[in-house]
């Protein structure tokens, strides 16, 4: 179902059949819960998620040829493929470090 908004009066509109767009009828809006402050700062490990852009990016130019090949794969392309690996590992990392930060309560 469709609800339009009104800006000023927080009201909402829902339209009474789906032929008629002009007929519609008023709703009141529930009330929203009370949000949690956010306690969600920078810590110190979030910087990991920078080492794989800079992993990637910045050993571009030694990588960039062809020779040698590893795993098939011509080493630019490799090293693309390992970083995008990285990232996901690092990304978990963060993510268990983020986990265990709440679990501990602090």
Not at 32 to 57: D, E, K, Q
Not at 70 to 78: E, H, K, Q, R, T
């Amino acid at each position: 179902m469709v609800l339009f908004r009104l800006a000023v009066s927080g009201r909402m509109l829902r339209p009474r059949d789906a032929g008629s767009p002009a007929r519609h009828e008023e709703t009141t809006l529930p009330e929203s819960p009370a949000r949690a402050p956010n306690t969600t700062r920078f810590r110190p490990y979030h910087w990991l998620a920078v080492v794989p852009m800079l992993g990637l990016l910045g050993g571009l130019p030694f990588v960039n040829r062809v020779e040698p090949y590893v795993l098939g794969l011509p080493l630019l392309m490799a090293w693309i493929v390992g970083w995008v690996v990285a990232t996901s590992v690092v990304m978990g990392v963060i993510y268990r470090l983020d986990r265990a930060r709440k679990r501990d309560g602090r």
